[in-house]
Antibody, heavy 121, light 106 residues
Framework: QAQLVQSGTEVKKTGASVKVSCEAS????????MHWVRQAPGQGLEWMGW????????KYGQEFQGRVTMTRDTSISTVYMEVNSLTSDDAAVYYC??????????????WGQGTLVVVSS | IQLTQSPSSLSASVGDRVTITCRAS??????LVWYQQKPGKAPKLLIY???ILQSGVPSRFSGSGSGADFTLTISSLQPEDFATYYC?????????FGPGTKVDIK
């Protein structure tokens, strides 16, 4: 079955960058978009954007435009999400999730296990 | 598109019927998804297209609604159902989430 495995915890300084990976298995990688969602400590879920794993096209939430980059390597069925110029507000668990379906049937399943990003000064 | 959920939290007992509401700031047809999240875990898909039960999800979960008002109902709350529930809309990007409803034990 489809499975997403993310890279481990990252500890970064304010102003640095972080790159999180998400390796897919159990399905044809390029048949589905990959979304990224983050969750600050004790807070709700925040949608960040998606990448078309076939074309490499991306769409980002306005808050993340210019500071987040999503890429993919089809040869190893892996997507990456990089955040630049980290601030304390970027401290969160970052999830990748496969986008399934179109229009009204769109949903995110499965999800990766999450990657904790700690930002310290 | 903004999503609001009510209540923000509730206390219930095993066997109770629980209803959570999600309201969109504009009509979103049936482009509405429900997730369950337990502490320290990734969200789990429960329902999509407002009312379609994801494979493997117990039938005590159901969803309804269209336009701007939606509900998630748990017909008989089980111990494993104590969690936080989020709605998400896919009518337009950004695919916003509701703020969540925490269901805990009375």
């Amino acid at each position: 079955q489809a499975q997403l495995v993310q890279s481990g915890t990252e500890v970064k300084k304010t102003g640095a960058s972080v790159k999180v990976s998400c390796e897919a298995s159990g399905y044809t990688f390029t048949d589905y978009y990959m979304h990224w969602v983050r969750q600050a400590p004790g807070q709700g879920l925040e949608w960040m954007g998606w990448i078309d794993t076939k074309s490499g096209d991306t769409k980002y939430g306005q808050e993340f435009q210019g500071r987040v980059t999503m890429t993919r390597d089809t040869s190893i069925s892996t997507v990456y999400m990089e955040v630049n110029s980290l601030t304390s507000d970027d401290a969160a668990v970052y999830y990748c999730a496969r986008g399934v379906g179109r229009t009204s049937s769109a949903r995110l399943v499965p999800w990766g296990q999450g990657t904790l990003v700690v930002v310290s000064s | 598109i903004q999503l609001t959920q009510s209540p923000s939290s509730l206390s219930a007992s095993v066997g109770d019927r629980v209803t959570i509401t999600c309201r969109a700031s504009q009509g979103i047809s049936n482009y509405l998804v429900w997730y369950q999240q337990k502490p320290g875990k990734a969200p789990k898909l429960l329902i999509y297209a407002a009312s379609i039960l994801q494979s493997g999800v117990p039938s005590r979960f159901s969803g309804s609604g269209s336009g701007a008002d939606f509900t998630l109902t748990i017909s008989s709350l089980q111990p494993e159902d104590f969690a936080t529930y989020y709605c998400q809309q896919f009518n337009s990007y950004p695919a916003t989430f509701g703020p969540g409803t925490k269901v805990d034990i009375k």
